[in-house]
């Protein structure tokens, strides 16, 4: 049985882990859910799981949530420290990271030094603290498994691959909803226009990821530290029918893939069973069905995050920590339509220019450095 912490369960992947939960119960119980502000569907969920704590990180809503669950046996906590007190919970043994963006960095690493299994699907946990975040992984002797569909397939991959590092990874990207827009329309793209994902469903922010390429960006760097491999044997390749996700080469040439419908329930729920496996949580994979696969090149030129991500990873230090937080500024401001799509890009690269860099020494630094880096990303947006 493993007991559980999960962050972020309001979210897509929380929600999808809730239901792989739900298919294994004598496999998985909950011990605390964290959310950010939807307290109705947290309320629902912990009626449902029955977990010991229960975190909200909006204090405004601490309120409404205790009011609605002031029937059950579970105790309740509001704000940023509340989501480190769920994952502390007594006889938790593993934590999904769910939450969006670098908030769920400083609860990861309360996790592994919690001695968690951590079964990771937060990818800017390991943009912003790559190398922390490893270190303290390798001093925990635990291991980080992964849930991104990419990292899932590639650690897939890998299994029984101890003796033959890998010469090459290549992760699949679906190339988004503007794969085959020419260039001049981007500017032109609406929020609607970019939340509409071909094949995933996803939250709002990775979805705007995605069709920026900033998300292949992010899952660059994430490879990079998973799997210890270099950039440049890091490759990207587009294939629009997302079954293949993501392919390993090894010394000899021979090249390995994994392949299944776009679910994430099969990654959450392989990071959880793993090195087992269980019953499967989608239907059958069919080929015929599938008809043909389609590869190509990545637009870089046309899509400007994809290479600012892999300079940013090349650089190393602080650099991929001032990317994610102007990113993430970007994003927010492109929904709010305080910026055109284009506009992303350029405000990253704005940001990452106003900095130098220096050597990750501490979340602490982190933490300085992302507020630092947000607020310079508002300035060009304000100025812009
Ligand atoms: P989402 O927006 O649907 O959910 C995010 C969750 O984090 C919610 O529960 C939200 O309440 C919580 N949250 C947000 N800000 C918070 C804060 N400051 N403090 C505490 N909690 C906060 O996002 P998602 O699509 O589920 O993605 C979650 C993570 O998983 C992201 O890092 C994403 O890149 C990664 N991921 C998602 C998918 C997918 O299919 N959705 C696939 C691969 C990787
Ligand atoms: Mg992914």
């Known amino acids: 049985?493993?007991?559980?912490?999960?962050?972020?369960?309001?979210?897509?992947?929380?929600?999808?882990?809730?239901?792989?939960?739900?298919?294994?119960?004598?496999?998985?119980?909950?011990?605390?859910?964290?959310?950010?502000?939807?307290?109705?569907?947290?309320?629902?969920?912990?009626?449902?799981?029955?977990?010991?704590?229960?975190?909200?990180?909006?204090?405004?809503?601490?309120?409404?949530?205790?009011?609605?669950?002031?029937?059950?046996?579970?105790?309740?906590?509001?704000?940023?420290?509340?989501?480190?007190?769920?994952?502390?919970?007594?006889?938790?043994?593993?934590?999904?990271?769910?939450i969006v963006g670098s908030a769920g960095l400083q609860p990861v690493m309360t996790a592994i030094s919690a001695g968690h299994q951590i079964c990771l699907a937060n990818k800017e946990t390991l943009v912003v603290g790559g190398s922390l975040?490893?270190?303290?992984?390798?001093r925990s002797g635990l291991k980080l498994v992964p849930v991104d569909s990419e990292h899932s397939a590639i650690f897939q991959c890998l299994q029984g691959a101890v003796h033959t590092p890998p010469r090459r990874?290549?992760?699949?990207?679906?190339?988004?909803?503007?794969?085959?827009?020419?260039?001049e329309k981007l500017a032109a793209v609406t929020v609607e226009q970019a939340l509409k994902h071909p094949n995933w469903n996803m939250g709002g922010k990775i979805t705007i990821d995605s069709a920026t390429l900033m998300n292949k960006g992010l899952e660059v760097i994430?490879?990079?530290?998973?799997f210890a491999v270099d950039y440049d044997r890091i490759e990207v390749t587009v294939h629009p029918q997302s079954i293949?996700?993501?392919?390993?080469?090894?010394?000899?040439?021979?090249?390995?893939?994994?392949?299944?419908?776009p679910d994430m329930k099969l990654p959450i729920q392989y990071a959880l069973s793993w090195p087992e496996r269980w019953q499967p949580p989608v239907a059958a994979l069919d080929l015929a069905r599938v008809g043909s696969m389609t590869f190509s090149a990545p637009r870089f030129k046309d899509f400007p995050c994809l290479q600012l991500a892999y300079e940013a990873g090349k650089a190393g230090g602080i650099m991929p920590c001032v990317l994610n937080a102007a990113n993430e500024v970007a994003v927010h401001a492109f929904m709010q339509k305080k910026t055109g799509f284009t506009g992303i890009p350029e405000i990253i690269a704005a940001t990452v220019g106003a900095f130098s860099n220096c050597p990750a020494v501490s979340i602490e630094q982190l933490v300085a450095v992302d507020i630092e880096a947000r607020q310079r990303a508002r300035e060009f947006i304000g100025g812009a």
């Open 1 to 98: 049985m493993k007991n559980i912490v999960l962050l972020g369960s309001t979210g897509s992947i929380g929600k999808s882990t809730l239901e792989v939960v739900r298919n294994n119960p004598d496999q998985l119980q909950v011990v605390s859910l964290t959310g950010g502000n939807n307290w109705q569907l947290l309320a629902e969920q912990a009626r449902e799981f029955r977990p010991r704590f229960v975190a909200i990180a909006a204090e405004e809503h601490a309120g409404d949530l205790r009011l609605a669950l002031k029937d059950l046996d579970v105790k309740v906590g509001a704000g940023s420290s509340a989501v480190l007190e769920a994952v502390m919970q007594p006889g938790a043994d593993t934590t999904v990271a769910a």
């Open 133 to 138: 975040v490893m270190q303290a992984v390798a």
């Open 169 to 183: 990874i290549i992760i699949t990207a679906s190339g988004g909803p503007f794969r085959e827009w020419p260039v």
């Open 222 to 226: 994430e490879a990079h530290w998973l």
């Open 244 to 261: 293949i996700h993501s392919l390993v080469e090894f010394s000899d040439g021979s090249v390995v893939a994994q392949l299944g419908w």
